[in-house]
């Protein structure tokens, strides 16, 4: 089975190529012949990128099946042009087993969308306390090894992990949470939370805990991917510690680059997330980090919630918004508002977390896996919860007009999305 | 960020859920009115039919005896129908939503809803919910805001001193948790008290609150040094020790309004105290007791208040 994409504009960050032309595909990669193909596809108009790569998106599975399933986001990976995703292991039970993750990636492998990629607990439960089995997870298939949104409240346990991950190479990729000082805290500690009668979590609730680890990635020799950065002082230390030649990588939340604490307006549960939405000035550093690359990629953080957990006070709302379908229009705005190439916007939701994944595809070459996206840059719609195929409509963008429209989403040389 | 949830299309208030983004002419016209119902309380009848044929829940999530009480007394006055429901103890303990409660006690013809929640913003979301001609007041969610304690406050304010313009307001003890703090900060700088100050250690005082436009004392002797008016909060019993203060006892050493600290503030000087008061904790027995003490007439024009809030509201 071949495949012609015809008369796009091909856009590989990897290769920094951004010119009009063909892209061929046979058996499944992208490949050097541009002969006769058993199908065409006219991408005249259209950008032809890499498949976006999402570094944590929520499925759902197995465990809560009533806010989301795999086949409702895996139809919302590949709307948005996601074709690779690692899924945190905060399911229910947690992904602490290899049963569970063999499990998810067969179901996964089953409905031939995205491809998904399991991160393992790093701790059994989740709970912080005994060290999951790496080694059996990493064998059924995880990638890496997280925490979730459960920070590690002890530090002997924190070190010991991170020991034992060096000792295999297993990647760790972990959110940098004091959970004493974030405790009872539902948003940023400042001015909005003092109006809104919120209890707060301050920004060293980040920067303690990074610096906490930071000490331990230089001790242990571990590689370290910081999750979700919130802070302009993260940003700052983690500047510093890629100077120092430290092995870490990082990334931000597409909300994080474009909402503030001030988006919580009146009570919107929508803005309930973890980490809370912070100053402008964070907000701004934030996308000032991820354009200068101190900050590596860019993720959906997908949390698909139920409207019944949204539709409660602020502090008791479940955190999470919904993102596979919202991360390249966002992506596209946020490099729009910092006037970057599209080949350099791209790059934070393709070659750069491809890196950090260890994984071939990412870039359009012969030989790499042919998983592209065809879209419109300037086309608009309108987020309203029947555009989404996710089943979660939880998104603080609803009703925002945004620009950059999914046709086409392929993976290994087919055709799974297409726009209706 | 959304319109002001509380005003409805032609500005007038539709709902109470905060003091902050009130204009100051609403504050004046509910005191006015208020002012104009504090004589019938005195009266040997004390009923106006202004709400006849109305109904008010009295919704209360969080328990509380005093500020129900108040509402329900306010409303008789009006000839309203008052139903207590004591939530807490009911639906939500079967696991019925809050949304749910809502809805059910819409459906049987409420036309004003009375909420406490422990909740910061619960009223807003029920705001949010119920039908065009019912209205929401708030009687206290979370942290975040008690508007017709802070009325009141304004109101036995104005009685005493008659002009907002040169006050000097002290506002004493657990800021961090205070609803009540919160709502009178926005109604003293809305009608222009010059000099709000907020008196307590930094445990007890929340992040940026110098936004909201007071000044943050932890000296309360300094802070107290030409005040006006001295209010003073209550202290919770399960943050008496713990890691926000050692003990009941050293609060009351710092923070503690006794005859000596009030010696400092202005001879004419207020104080004042949402209630329920811990005597030796937050304040003093002299003090309480003692001739600068407005602690009971602030309960009587609390009924006046609300009377106040819920004609106006009731009738946009």
């Known amino acids: 089975m071949s495949l012609l994409i015809k008369g796009g504009r091909i856009v590989d960050p990897a290769s920094g190529r951004d010119e009009i032309g063909d892209v061929f595909v046979d058996k499944g990669r992208i490949a050097e012949k541009k002969g006769k193909a058993d199908e065409t596809i006219d991408a005249k108009g259209l ?8 570094l944590a998106a929520r499925l759902r599975e197995p465990g809560q099946e009533y806010k989301a399933t795999l086949a409702s ?34 179901r996964a492998k089953a409905l031939s969308r995205a491809r998904a990629y399991p991160v393992g607990a790093l701790t059994v439960k989740l709970a912080g306390e005994r060290l999951a089995e790496m080694s059996v997870l990493a064998e059924a298939g995880c990638v890496a090894f997280s925490q979730a949104n459960v920070p590690i409240a002890d530090t002997q346990v924190l070190w010991r992990a991170l020991q034992y991950a060096a000792t295999f190479g297993y990647p760790v990729w972990l959110r940098a949470e004091d959970r004493w000082l974030s ?3 539902v948003a940023h500690d400042g001015e909005m939370a003092t109006r809104l009668g919120l209890a707060g979590i301050p920004a ?103 409207e019944d957990q949204k539709q409660l006070p602020f502090a008791e709302a479940e955190t999470g918004a919904t993102g596979l379908e919202l991360l390249l229009p966002l992506a596209l705005k946020w490099g729009a508002g910092r006037k970057l190439s599209l080949v350099k916007t791209l790059a934070r939701v393709t070659s750069d977390p491809a890196r950090i994944l ?27 919860p029947g555009a989404l195929k996710s089943q979660g409509k939880n998104t603080p963008f609803l009703g925002y007009e945004l620009a950059g429209r999914v046709h086409e989403t392929i993976v290994a040389g087919s055709v799974v999305y297409r726009k209706q | 960020m959304a319109a002001n949830p509380q005003l409805n299309a032609s500005g007038e208030l539709q709902h109470l859920l905060s003091i902050e983004g009130l204009p100051r ?109 019912e209205h929401v007041i708030n009687a206290g969610d979370g942290r975040h805001a008690h508007p017709t304690q802070g009325l009141l406050d304004l109101y036995t304010i104005r009685h005493y001193k008659k002009d907002f313009g040169a006050l000097t307001v002290a506002i004493v003890g657990d800021v961090l948790h205070s609803r ?128 106040a809030v819920m004609s106006i509201v009731a009738g946009n």
Request: net charge negative; charged share 20%; aromatic share 4%.
């Open chain 1, 47 to 54: 950008v032809v990128a890499p498949g976006l790569i999402d």
């Open chain 1, 73 to 106: 986001e895996m139809d919302a990976a590949v709307a948005g042009g996601v074709t690779s995703l690692a899924c945190p292991p905060d399911t229910h039970p947690p992904l602490d087993e290899p049963g569970l993750v063999d499990m998810l990636r067969r």
């Open chain 1, 183 to 185: 405790r009872e805290g």
């Open chain 1, 204 to 306: 060293f609730t980040e920067t303690i805990a990074l610096a906490t680890m930071l000490q331990l990635v230089g001790a242990t020799g571990a590689r370290v991917h910081f999750c979700r950065l919130s802070t302009a002082a993260a940003v700052d230390m983690m500047r510093a510690a890629k100077k120092e030649k430290l092995p870490v990588t990082c990334d931000v939340g597409i909300h994080y680059v474009h909402l503030s604490e001030t988006d919580l307006g009146y009570y919107d549960s929508h803005c309930r997330l973890d980490p809370p939405l912070r100053s402008q000035r964070d907000r701004e550093a934030l996308a000032a980090g991820l354009a200068d690359g101190t900050i590596d990629c860019v993720v959906s953080d997908h949390a698909p919630v139920d």
């Open chain 1, 358 to 384: 260890g994984v071939q595809s990412g870039r359009i070459a012969p030989g790499a896996p042919a998983d592209l996206v065809l879209f419109d840059p300037e086309e608009s719609w309108r987020v309203l």
């Open chain 2, 25 to 133: 002419a609403i504050l004046e016209q509910i005191l006015n009115t208020a002012e104009s119902f504090v004589g019938v309380t005195e009266r040997e009848v004390k009923k106006v039919p202004l709400m006849r044929g109305k109904s008010v829940f009295n919704l209360f999530f969080e328990p509380s005896t005093r500020t129900r009480t108040t509402f329900e007394i306010a409303a008789k006055r009006l000839s309203a129908d008052v139903i207590n429901l004591n939530v807490a103890a009911s639906s939500q303990t079967k696991g019925e939503s809050l949304l749910d409660t809502v809805a059910n006690l819409s459906a049987m013809q409420a036309d004003v809803f009375v909420v406490r929640h422990g909740s910061s913003g619960a009223p807003y979301l029920i705001a949010r919910h119920v039908k065009p001609h």
């Open chain 2, 180 to 307: 009540v703090a919160r709502s009178l900060i926005h109604g003293l700088t809305t009608l222009g008290a010059p000099e709000v100050r907020v008196i307590g250690p930094q445990t007890l005082i929340p992040a940026g609150v110098a936004a909201l436009g007071v000044r943050v004392f932890h000296d309360m002797r300094a802070g107290l040094k030409g005040c006006d008016v001295v209010v003073m909060l209550r202290l919770q019993n399960e943050r008496m020790n713990g890691p926000l203060l050692p003990s009941a006892q050293e609060f009351f050493k710092n923070y503690g309004l006794t005859a000596e600290k009030l010696a400092l503030a202005n001879p004419d000087a207020i104080v004042m105290h949402p209630g329920p008061m811990n005597r030796g904790v937050e304040i003093d027995s002299p003090v309480a007791d003692g001739p600068h003490s407005v602690i009971l007439p602030q309960v009587t024009f609390g009924i006046a208040v609300r009377m």
